[in-house]
């Protein structure tokens, strides 16, 4: 960046600043590192886009083979086997019913079904009464300390930490408990 300086005579001296080099550097680097995302981004939606329409091509030309070939007869039977999303054919002509419980379905938990079978059961804990109340009670006490600790606009006041919100709660607890 250059510095504009008025001498007495009303001439101006231009003065550049080191500084901006360095800042102009670390501009250009992130620039290069946004654009890279960007064009990293665009290919991964072409190829999206590329295999999508790969895919519908597919279908299309299955399609095509079914209805345009004479010997194929679709039978009642096999049209509700068809139109199903639960079933599904298997290489060997076979078909089944989709499994679309335990560890869910899609590409998300597809890289969980590994672990399918091996995973321990998770044994569903039942809240006691009393345990129950003393968390209404514990969130009635954070609630009143982070009250008296914060400000209006919901920071903690100066010199003020989560851990001093912490203590204080578990001490109005004890008040409320008696």
Avoid: H
């Amino acid at each position: 960046m250059l510095e504009v300086k008025t001498l007495a005579s009303g001439l101006r001296e231009f003065i550049e600043d080191s500084r901006d080099d360095r800042r102009r550097d670390e501009e250009r680097s992130d620039s290069r590192r946004e654009d890279q995302r960007r064009d990293e981004m665009s290919r991964r939606r072409e190829e999206d886009e590329r295999q999508r329409r790969e895919d519908e091509r597919r279908r299309q030309e299955a399609l095509i083979i079914v209805v345009n070939d004479d010997d194929i007869e679709i039978s009642p039977e096999e049209r509700k086997i068809i139109n199903n999303p639960d079933l599904k054919m298997m290489s060997n002509g076979e078909v089944v019913r989709r499994n679309r419980r335990g560890l869910g379905s899609g590409a998300f938990a597809a890289q969980f079904s590994v672990l399918r079978g091996q995973l321990p059961k998770v044994k569903r804990v039942v809240k006691s009464k009393a345990r129950k109340e003393l968390n209404k009670l514990q969130s009635k006490a954070f609630r009143m300390a982070n009250e008296k600790l914060r400000t209006k606009a919901g920071k903690l006041r100066k010199g003020v930490t989560q851990k001093d919100v912490a203590k204080l709660a578990q001490r109005i607890l004890k008040k409320l408990r008696k």
